[in-house]
């Protein structure tokens, strides 16, 4: 999830996606320049489309802004990567904002390579994936959100004060109410699982693993991603203030599994990605709202709590 993706976009992505595009010829359709990756929004302002553009470098900028201004007291020696869910939710538009570099690349790779195989949805029917019946619906999408609520039962089993003891939320630089806290949790856990299952399966089942698969078939293509989208968590050890070693080994075992049923899932369905894309943002929505719920004292972004004096 999070930030990583766009250190995976970095590190990995971008070799791989000019390995094959060495082969390409660029005149149809239009190719985007390599700078429009790493510029917020370039893709859309090169292509015209300033209104998308406006949207999505207000976004980043502005959560990578306030980020930076409020790092010092959202920390408050936590130990989750997530506490800073300004500078996280930033992160993520940029990502998302990327998804249409990658979108481009791999239209190009089709035209030179008809039976390259990826799934070519739409903007609009990307960003709606996770709200749509027919990807909710669906066994992956199902069995993760299963698998969520089992985690969030032995989590809840450890916590010794619970979600009607809560008295106050804090965020950003002041307290505020349990109610309006937990909406602004719930707002923004739902925010940032929303992108978590956008950016990350753009990039991973319909980027990645597809270049895999054709090139060393979809055996070797779905182990090989699995193994990448685990690895792309291991360093959301760097924003964590006292990082966890055993934490971030479960989720990188967590993370691979979670690439092998939903790489699976996209494969058996003819690298369509929808309901990947929805079971990995309810996946995510589950347990960041559950965590609150269950055991608000440890929340996934470590936002600290008040209770009430017994």
Known sequence: MKIKSTIFLFVIVIPLNAQVLDT??????????????????ATYYYDGRFVEGLTFSTLEIGGIIMGIKYDNTLKSGSNSPYYNY???LGMQAYSIDKCDWVRNKLELIKYKHPDFQYDPISEKDLFLAPFKTENIITPVTLGMVGIACLELWFQ????????????????????????????IFGTTSLAVSWSAGVNE??????????LLDYKYGQTKGLYYSSFAFGLLHLPNLLFADKPDYGQALAQFIETTVAGLILGTDVQNRGYQIGPAVAAHAWYDFTLML?????????????????????
């Open 24 to 41: 390409l010829q660029a005149n149809e359709p239009k190719s985007f320049p390599l700078w429009t990756l790493y510029v917020p929004s």
């Open 86 to 88: 300004p500078l996280l």
């Open 156 to 183: 809840g089993r450890g916590a010794d004060k619970h979600i009607d003891q809560v008295r106050q939320m804090y965020f950003l630089d002041h307290y505020v109410g349990r109610n309006s806290g937990l909406a």
């Open 201 to 210: 399966e753009y990039w991973m089942r319909n980027g990645l693993m597809p």
């Open 290 to 310: 559950g965590s609150f719920l269950v055991d608000p004292a440890n929340n996934g972004f470590a936002v600290q709590v008040k209770f009430n004096v017994q």
